[in-house]
């Protein structure tokens, strides 16, 4: 599995190349951090979000490397989501871009 700073860089070369996001975002992982992604900027932390997306180490390797679909994460209650669904929905543009980090 891919380390918290392993996101972190794929996240900020994706806010770099072109992603966007509508609002704030924070994906909490447990075991490993939480990423926030707000005006831009990327960085690790707890700080509010519109939406705060919540999963297992596991699962949010999954979705990162493009192996688990987020919908089917969602409807399996691997992934939870609380806050503005567009956001959520807003991320999927940006993890295919990091990973091509």
């Avoid at 900020?12 to 996001?21: D, F, P, Y």
């Avoid at 979000?49 to 596991?58: G, K, Q, V």
């Amino acid at each position: 599995m891919l380390t918290i700073e392993n996101y972190l860089t794929g996240f900020r070369h994706a806010m770099a190349n072109g992603g966007t996001l509508p609002a704030s975002a924070r994906m909490d992982i447990e075991g490993a951090g939480s990423i926030h992604i707000a005006d831009g900027q990327v960085s690790d932390g707890e700080e509010p979000a519109d939406c705060i997306m919540h999963a297992s180490h596991e699962t949010f390797d999954q979705l990162y490397n493009g192996t688990l679909d987020p919908t089917i994460a969602f409807a399996k209650g691997d992934l939870k989501i609380n806050g503005d669904m567009a956001v959520a929905l807003a991320t999927q543009a940006l993890f295919e871009k990091a990973r091509s980090a």
